[in-house]
């Protein structure tokens, strides 16, 4: 007993030093509230003569009702993590877009689908490619990520674990648009008409000029942890279990707190061969260049250099938006740090 006072103070001194620990490490993990996101819906040739003033007013309806759903999970303190899933299922589940209920047709007449998300905290990732029957690819890549011990897994194999863990799965009827389909038949009539002018079967020829359309999401929480995602039905009349970007961490899809989140589309071989997003984020780490100068380098001078095109939206630890595409247009939309919402289309 006659020890308790001076128990009773280590043990007060220890508290104070222990909640001065605690409010450190806060501090650490928790720079700031900004919050902000960014999603996209494609990037390609989306021109305005080309587009009714219904099927805008329609892109711009959903594209307004993803973004705003991921803002107000991070508004009310939710992750990033959930913000990019929420986001990017609104845009699965829409017609318009090429991912989960959008998704283009193979050559062979099928829906194959691929999916990745990655979180910036842990750099933990999930990835998913090459399903027929998941209705929306993103919980799946979340799942991997999550209850899995592997970052990807691929088209039988990924439905089974998706059966395991209770992650909706449809008829690959569901997938069927008549937009879609006949996309199909004028992209095989293309090809028909140019294979006949070719000397030889050129892929680069066979995949020209088709519209790109994946769907993608970028998030930074209030915490300070950056994620993103991305999720596709690939490219129309794609061949022999072609997989693209989209589900390639580094690619398609990178997310570090250090540096940047990353979600690409656009022709997906290009993608691949140059890392886009994981070039994104290097630039910054070892080159020490803004998001903005990083984003400007990977998609106006490396991937068209290549012969590839497409873009890219990405959020920088400060909350700095970019949406970088070299293409004709990008839907695309965004909050920013200060709750300023844009939604766009065109150049
Ligand atoms: N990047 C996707 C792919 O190559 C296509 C797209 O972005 O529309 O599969």
Redesign the pocket.
């Given at each position: 007993m006659k020890n308790f006072p001076l128990f009773t103070i280590v043990v007060a001194i220890l508290c104070t030093s222990c909640d001065k620990k605690e409010k450190a490490t806060e501090i650490a993990t928790t720079p700031s509230e900004k919050f902000c996101i960014v999603i996209h819906g494609?990037?390609?040739t989306i021109l305005k003569e080309n587009m009714s003033d219904s099927l805008e007013a329609e892109y711009n309806r959903v594209l307004d009702l993803a973004v705003s759903k991921g803002y107000e999970i991070l508004k009310n303190g939710g992750t990033s993590l959930d913000a990019v899933t929420q986001a990017i299922m609104i845009l699965e589940d829409s017609p318009l877009f090429?991912a989960g209920k959008g998704a283009v047709f193979t050559n062979e007449g099928k829906n194959e689908l691929?999916a990745s998300i990655m979180d910036g905290k842990s750099k933990a990732a999930g990835s998913v490619a090459s399903v027929t029957r998941v209705k929306n690819p993103i919980t799946l890549a979340r799942a991997i990520m999550e209850v899995s011990e592997h970052v990807m897994m691929v088209g039988l194999g990924a439905e089974k674990f998706a059966e395991q863990n209770g992650i909706e799965l449809v008829d690959p009827s569901y997938f069927f648009t008549e937009k879609r389909w006949e996309g199909l038949q004028k992209a095989k009539e293309r090809e028909k008409i140019e294979l006949d002018h070719a000397a030889a079967i050129n892929y680069d020829l066979l995949i020209k000029n088709q519209?790109?359309?994946?769907v993608g999401c970028v998030a930074l929480d209030k915490k300070g942890n950056i994620a993103a995602g991305?999720s596709?039905?690939?490219?129309t009349n794609?061949r022999y279990g072609?997989?693209?970007?989209?589900p390639i961490i580094g690619a398609?899809t990178y997310a570090d707190n250090a540096t940047c989140g990353v979600s690409?589309?656009?022709?997906?071989?290009f993608?691949i061969r140059n890392v886009v997003a994981y070039d994104i984020a290097a630039q910054m780490q070892y080159k020490k260049v803004t998001l903005g100068e990083a984003a400007k380098e990977t998609i106006q001078k490396k991937v068209p250099e290549m012969g590839g095109d497409?873009g890219i939206i990405a959020i920088d630890k400060e909350g700095n938006i970019v949406m970088e595409f070299n293409t004709a247009g990008m839907y695309r939309a965004a909050i920013d740090i200060n709750g300023k919402k844009i939604i766009e289309i065109y150049k």
């Open positions: 494609g990037a390609g090429n691929d519209k790109f359309g994946t991305t596709t039905g690939g490219m794609k072609r997989v693209g970007d989209a398609g690409a589309t656009g022709w997906g071989e993608f497409g």
